[in-house]
């Protein structure tokens, strides 16, 4: 073994090949493999979302149409079949508020929530939420629970 035969691990060297811009005598200059003019060979190029090659994107082809309410509020729903499958998981007892709704993942902290009457409810809750349909209201009532409007 001599310093001649000593070889790099496999794997480790990564730059194979020519390396572009250096010169025209390396064969790789000029236009270091970019082609002649055009946003491609510029520095600095990104394509923007939706670019059609300056054919008007389709986004601004397409006619504006409706209303959009900046008032409006959503909602996020939970079922009280999803409220009664959490007490059959023993994941809630007694009462459900926002926080526990957050923290099993069934609302953002930003959101609000809305209980949406599919299913039936036969646990005795104490319900916390910004929103009630009425059917969902009479169901939890039904059962000897209790709705609280945040």
Known sequence: MDL????PAEGS???KG???GRGQGSGKGGTSRRGHKGAKS?????KKLGFEGGQMPLQR???KFGFTNINRKDYQGVNLDTLQALVDDKKIKGSINFDT???LRLARKNEMVKILGRGELKAKLKVSAHKFTATAKAAIEAAGGEAVEL
């Open 4 to 7: 001649s035969s000593l070889k």
């Open 13 to 15: 060297v990564k730059n």
């Open 18 to 20: 020519k390396r572009v």
């Open 42 to 46: 510029r520095s600095g190029y990104a």
């Open 61 to 63: 082809r397409v006619p």
């Open 101 to 103: 709704l957050v923290d």
